[in-house]
């Protein structure tokens, strides 16, 4: 069965950055396309970023674009979300997720992660 775990959150001051980290395991993790969601306190679950399969293709949502940088390395089974320059609205649990569809077809999000807490100070 997929398993996907996040690591790499924690407190940070804004304009800090962080390394997120996703371990897949149970499948071949080139097979599947990777996306990074979050969910702010009090909000509904967001977009963030996500990345093909061999990460040839990339997509951000428009409030992290320039700062954050999804990516993959298939032979560590690991994807990554460097996020820089941090802002306290992007305070929030981050979740990875697998897709074997594509990673712009959101339905097909169907394994995730436990999340990992980000918090960002003004």
């Known amino acids: 069965q997929v398993q996907l775990v996040e690591s790499g959150g924690g407190l940070v001051q804004s304009g800090g950055s962080l390394r997120l980290s996703c371990a897949f395991s149970?499948?071949?993790?080139?097979?599947?396309?990777m996306g990074w969601f979050r969910r702010a306190p009090g909000k509904e679950r967001e977009f963030v970023a996500a990345?093909?399969?061999?990460?040839?293709?990339?997509y951000y949502t428009d409030s992290v674009k320039g700062r954050f940088t999804i990516s993959r390395d298939n032979a560590k089974n690991t994807g990554y979300l460097q996020m820089n320059s941090l802002k306290p609205e992007d305070t929030a649990i981050y979740y990875c997720?697998?897709?074997?569809?594509?990673?712009?077809?959101?339905?097909?999000?169907?394994?995730w992660g436990q999340g990992t807490q980000v918090t960002v100070s003004s």
């Open positions: 997720a697998a897709n074997p569809s594509g990673p712009w077809y959101e339905p097909g999000y169907d394994y």
């Open positions: 149970g499948r071949t993790f080139s097979t599947y396309a």
């Open positions: 990345i093909s399969w061999s990460g040839g293709s990339t």
